[in-house]
């Protein structure tokens, strides 16, 4: 007869796992509430102190961490000394170890939790039991996940528990244990950028590919979920997200995210806002957004902060888009936009602000981390450093551009008035061709005549300012910290040019 030991929190599966356990001749042993629910179901199983011959003590804390355990999972079945050592301890090797681990995660989830709850809720012996068996696994059977269950049993009933299958379960078990180790570092850590940097995410699900077709992608979600992000919107129509809808989502939810103090609109396109606009209703804000660009937008992403309604859907239901983020449709606007088979709807309640978390991407060979741009800047953050003061109305337009530049890709121009983009030029090796382009597509625009324009970093010479003077901007919002600032300075002074400095640098690369 075969040894399993379970001891495991989450016990769905539990019985059904242990009868078949028995029904393959194995004993069982157990532990603590897990040996309890098999008694309670009638399963026979045998107490870990019986084993140990040491009873459970400190409140559970210390119940199977004992040689009669460790041993028995550890021996090397091939070996014959260690095969020796355990008959001449006594001890009988235990051949499959199913344990899930106490309730950490979901322990600091909430709100009111303490530090002694989560410390309380610190598995030792589960870890070390899992470790254990999967160091070991060519001669233990080790399962951490519930789902396993039923592969396992059907391993064992066909006689097919390979070494493929052992090793599959092995390398799960580490996974398994170096992310629950991952949440308790995190949790404790109150470093900033700490000497190592654990990091942990649960597979969401697999992409069709990535980025291009011939990539192969898949998507992760933090372990503890945050509730402002595209992977916990609700889809509501649609399939799923592809890679680039899933970068390009989220670049809408950082962006939207600026503006939630009035019904606002904002269509992207290749991670770059392609329009925004900000209005009294969110059909009025959808014209401003659709108008400020209507070539980008096909094919694009929309994320709205305020309900959908029929009038706004109809309107988003004459074009090509691929998907459209708001907090919620009327029904009415549902049964508009759900008669385009592949537009994805996704309902996803707003936020005011962004965490202030640290983000990490990837280069060749390690990361690099740092602290999200959540900056907040309103029109007393401003300094006007020309001679010519910005108007009351202009204030307002350098306050909205500042904050849709800072989600442009450097180097990032924008124009705007009114509460609307007229013109983005984006991602450009020199700072004036993104003026140039901006500019450029503004120019077109009815509002055109009352435009500030916003740059993302400062001017390294005046001719930035020099031309947008020139094509009729007379307020611009830039960060400052050139060198050549007074150039700056003295030609807005020479051009009538309302200059404001933010003091604020937004590379976004």
Known sequence: MKRALLSVSNKDGLIEFAQGLIEHDYEIISTGGTLQTLIKAGIKATA??????????????VKTLHPNIHAALLAKRDDPEHMATLRTHDITPIDLVAVNLYPFKETIEKADVTYDQAIENIDIGGPSMLRSAAKNAKDVIVVVDPHDYAAVLTAINDQTVTAEFRHHLQAKTFRHTAAYDTLIANYLSDESYPEKLTVSYEKDFDLRYGENPHQTAAVYADQLPKDYS???AEILHGKRL??????????ALRTIVEFQTAPTVVTLKHMNPAGIGQASTIEKAWDKAFAADDISIFGGIVVLNREVDRATAEKMHAIFLEIIIAP???DEAYTVLAKKKNLRLLKLPMADQLPKELEITSVLGGAVVQQMDTVVEEADDFECVSEIKPTAEQIKSLVFAQKAVKHVKSNAILVAADGQTLGIGAGQPNRIDSVKIAIKHAQSKPAFSQAVLASDAFFPMDDSVKFAADQGIRAIVEPGGSIKDKDSIAMANKLGVALVFSHNRHFRH
Do not use: C
Request: no cysteine.
């Open 230 to 232: 595209i992977l916990r």
């Open 48 to 61: 870990v102190e019986n084993i140990t011959g040491f009873p459970e003590i400190l409140d559970g804390r």
């Open 328 to 330: 919620s449709f009327t």
């Open 242 to 251: 592809s890679y680039n809808n899933i970068k390009d989502a989220d670049a």
